[in-house]
């Protein structure tokens, strides 16, 4: 076993040397050494993240398991892939319970997590993600919250619990409410699901919205394009639920989307998307 996974390490690792060479001089090599780089250093840190969740388990202290895996992720991975961020507004993060809600782009969503994943937070992921090996069971340990999409009385009981912890321990949530990556060329948003203000009217806590500029010019999938360069984020005030009901939510989706897409329009970014000549 352990030999398997020496020689997959050698493998890999000559893989992303031999890449990363190419890519001084070719666009598609430093695309993928750099992807491939993500992934490692993803399937390392959720690796670690086992053993931070178990250590902080042991301490009392499993809230923060999330918040020091992501940021060690952050630290050892933006100067492989040369991305940086701009945060402004950093200090709402220290809202404390609410619902931090985000724009969901692309892979580099990972890599924002590691840089405004609040402490004493747990963020929500479809259910499947539970069975990777090592980020499955690092999210299980640190108190993931795992959302079934095809079952309506499952994905209830998991916002129940995190509206239990929401209540008793302060602990906040962290949520995409697109629900999928968007893959944008262009600032934008998709539409919102509504489960997460659902959550944040019932918990009475308020909704912290973070926006997130279009990354294309940095990574699109698309064109093989994973260049290195800025990111702006901005944290945005915290909007209060206290005093709202069921009735209310639509009308909040409605104003949270649109405040969000005003500050991505903002921010702009983006890439033209030129069709290939035949």
Request: with cysteine.
């Amino acid at each position: 076993m352990f030999r398997l996974l020496g020689n997959l390490l050698i493998y890999y690792l000559a893989a992303t040397m031999t890449l990363s060479l190419i890519g001084q001089v070719s666009k598609k090599a430093r695309f993928f050494s750099r992807l491939l780089s993500c992934y490692f250093l993803l399937m390392t840190c959720a690796a670690y993240g086992v053993l931070a969740s178990v250590v902080l388990r042991l301490a009392g202290r499993k809230s923060l398991a999330q918040w020091a895996t992501a940021r060690a992720f952050k630290t050892v991975v933006c100067p492989a892939v040369g991305v940086e961020f701009k945060v402004i507004g950093e200090e709402k993060l220290n809202t404390r319970p609410a619902v931090f809600m985000s724009n969901h782009q692309a892979e580099l969503d990972l890599i924002i997590l590691g840089k405004v994943f609040p402490k004493h937070c747990s963020v929500t992921a479809k259910r499947s993600l539970k069975y990777i090996p090592f980020l499955g069971w690092f999210m299980s340990l640190s108190g993931a919250i795992f959302i079934d999409r095809g079952n309506r009385t499952s994905a209830i009981a998991a916002f129940d619990a995190a509206i239990e912890e929401m209540n008793e321990q302060k602990q906040s949530v962290f949520i995409f409410p697109e629900g999928t990556r968007s893959y944008l060329a262009k600032p934008g948003l998709l539409p919102f699901k509504k489960g997460a203000f659902h959550l944040a009217v019932q918990a009475g806590v308020p909704i912290v919205p973070i926006v997130v500029g279009n990354y294309a010019h940095i990574l699109h999938l698309k064109s093989l394009s994973f260049e290195s360069g800025t990111i702006e984020i901005r944290v945005l005030d915290p909007i209060p639920t206290k005093g709202l009901t069921s009735a209310d939510v639509d009308e909040l989706t409605v104003r949270v989307r649109e405040l969000m897409l005003k500050e991505i329009l903002a921010i702009g970014g983006g890439i033209d998307e030129k069709p290939k000549l035949k």
